[in-house]
């Protein structure tokens, strides 16, 4: 069973918007074996061009599902968020389940039985980490023309990864031990 809360940010989250909402979101539910049951965070986001971000955010013990679209009409990105966590279970499901049951976990999708997806590194690289900050870390990023860069953080000694994110600004992820 699919549960959900909703999070407006400058949007007026009506009931007409949480019904909406609950009428698509159900449809995930679908894919889910019998038992399961999970959380929907559902952020609206409003920007001053009137376009609305949907971001949905489905957590599991050991996976996270998350899709997200901007559009003008809120109804069209709520649609194209869950559309993309829909193409993520069908392409992933069967991947999914074999992993919780190595765990020792029960399944979470409904499959077809097909072979799972090959998910295979095809490149090993080994680099020291350098310690340095997180303007070192990104000036070092942008000179290798890559979109994230490991190091060692010289002020608490974590290992951190800073990235470009898709709106071009940079975020920073600190490890815990």
């Excluded at 609206?44 to 996270?64: Q, R, S």
């Excluded at 690289?125 to 303007?135: C, E, F, G, H, V």
Aim: glycine share 4%; net charge negative; proline share 2%.
């Amino acid at each position: 069973m699919l549960s959900f809360n909703v999070r407006g940010d400058d949007v007026d989250v009506t009931d007409d918007v949480r019904e909406y909402i609950s009428d698509h979101v159900s449809k995930i539910d679908d894919y889910f074996e019998d038992g399961v049951s999970a959380v929907a965070h559902i952020n609206l986001i409003g920007y001053k061009n009137n376009d609305v971000k949907a971001e949905i955010t489905i957590i599991f013990p050991f996976l996270l599902l998350r899709g997200e679209a901007t559009s003008a009409d809120i109804n069209i990105s709520i649609d194209a968020a869950i559309q993309k966590i829909e193409q993520q279970i069908k392409k992933y499901k069967e991947k999914i389940n074999e992993k919780a049951k190595i765990r020792g976990e029960k399944t979470i999708f409904k499959t077809d039985g097909a072979d799972p997806i090959k998910l295979k590194v095809v490149r090993k690289k080994r680099i020291p980490l350098k310690q340095m900050d997180s303007d070192e870390a990104i000036l070092q990023m942008n000179l290798l023309d890559h979109d994230f860069y490991a190091f060692k953080d010289i002020n608490n000694e974590t290992i951190d990864i800073v990235y470009r994110r898709k709106d071009g600004e940079y975020g920073l992820i600190t490890t815990e031990s």
